[in-house]
């Protein structure tokens, strides 16, 4: 039996009332996964469909958590990996999807979000890295949220440019490397990372069910809670975000 749209939000207040007062995360990271298998599911022959439901449901996941009261959220949109093994035609509807449904709508007067980017542009078409680089230009002052879409995207490759960035710039300090290998941090190399000016997440979720990062943020996750839900991105409801933030809740409080 189908459960009337008026009980899951009645549901949901009740979650966020519960969570008042409680540990809430200050950054969010969703890694939208399912998209393919949530069109199979629904009966769509072209499985590429879901990619527009789930980009869609990308303006879902932010109207939550300005309404929760969440400031900071980082979402996967495409690894390195989805760019180079999937078939041609997939990718260029995916980022068909990012220009027109992202980026696009993201320049609207009244989005509060401001966007960052974690990943190679170089990697996307020009017209995807175009849509992204301008909307980040148009968005710059914006005192609002802030949206990072980790596109072109692998974690493994974000720490080796961060090491190559900080060796770069020490040698053109004049720095040996036996000096900078003596004092080196963790802190240094963090400094070079994409989004280095933003807070590491609080909170990862993965959506489909699957029990693994798959390279997303990796030197970032050190600290983070994760949560792993077995919906589909496109079908993940306001409901599936509260039970996430209610499990964080919980376990900040548990420590």
Same mark, same amino acid.
């Given at each position: 039996m189908r459960v009337p749209q008026w009980v899951y939000r009645v549901y949901a207040e009740r979650l966020r009332r519960r969570l008042r007062g409680g540990a809430l995360p200050r950054h969010v990271a969703v890694a939208m996964d399912g998209n393919r298998r949530w069109a199979r599911a629904q009966?769509?022959?072209?499985?590429?469909?879901?990619?527009?439901?789930? /980009?869609?449901? *990308?303006?879902?996941?932010? %109207?939550?958590?300005?309404?929760?009261?969440?400031? #900071?959220? @980082? =979402?996967?949109?495409?690894?390195?990996?989805?760019?180079?093994?999937?078939?041609?035609?997939?990718?260029?509807?995916?980022?068909?999807?990012?220009?027109?449904?992202?980026?696009?709508?993201?320049?609207?007067?009244?989005?509060?979000?401001?966007?960052?980017?974690?990943?190679?542009?170089?990697?996307?078409?020009?017209?995807? /890295?175009?849509? *992204?680089?301008?909307?980040? %230009?148009?968005?710059?002052?914006?005192?609002?949220? #802030?949206? @990072? =879409?980790?596109?072109?995207?692998?974690?493994?490759?974000?720490?080796?440019?961060?090491?190559?960035?900080?060796?770069?710039?020490?040698?053109?300090?004049?720095t040996e490397l036996g000096e900078l290998a003596e004092r080196l941090t963790a802190e240094d190399i963090g400094a070079h990372r994409y989004t280095a000016d933003l807070p590491d997440p609080d909170l990862i979720i993965r959506t489909s069910g699957e029990r693994r990062l798959s390279s997303f943020l990796l030197w970032q996750s050190a600290r983070a809670e994760l949560y792993f839900c077995d919906v589909y991105w496109p079908g993940f409801r306001r409901v599936d975000f509260l039970r996430a933030l209610r499990d964080f809740a919980a376990r900040r409080r548990a420590s």
């Amino acid at each position: 039996m189908r459960v009337p749209q008026w009980v899951y939000r009645v549901y949901a207040e009740r979650l966020r009332r519960r969570l008042r007062g409680g540990a809430l995360p200050r950054h969010v990271a969703v890694a939208m996964d399912g998209n393919r298998r949530w069109a199979r599911a629904q009966g769509f022959d072209d499985p590429g469909i879901g990619h527009r439901f789930g /980009a869609e449901h *990308l303006q879902e996941l932010l %109207e939550w958590c300005s309404w929760i009261g969440i400031d #900071h959220v @980082t =979402v996967y949109v495409a690894s390195v990996d989805n760019l180079t093994k999937r078939g041609g035609g997939e990718v260029a509807h995916l980022m068909d999807m990012v220009e027109e449904i992202v980026a696009e709508r993201l320049l609207r007067p009244g989005n509060r979000w401001r966007l960052h980017i974690a990943g190679r542009l170089d990697c996307l078409p020009d017209s995807t /890295a175009h849509a *992204l680089k301008t909307a980040v %230009e148009a968005t710059a002052d914006r005192e609002g949220g #802030h949206l @990072t =879409v980790a596109i072109g995207y692998d974690g493994q490759t974000e720490i080796v440019d961060a090491v190559r960035s900080l060796l770069e710039h020490e040698a053109a300090q004049g720095t040996e490397l036996g000096e900078l290998a003596e004092r080196l941090t963790a802190e240094d190399i963090g400094a070079h990372r994409y989004t280095a000016d933003l807070p590491d997440p609080d909170l990862i979720i993965r959506t489909s069910g699957e029990r693994r990062l798959s390279s997303f943020l990796l030197w970032q996750s050190a600290r983070a809670e994760l949560y792993f839900c077995d919906v589909y991105w496109p079908g993940f409801r306001r409901v599936d975000f509260l039970r996430a933030l209610r499990d964080f809740a919980a376990r900040r409080r548990a420590s």
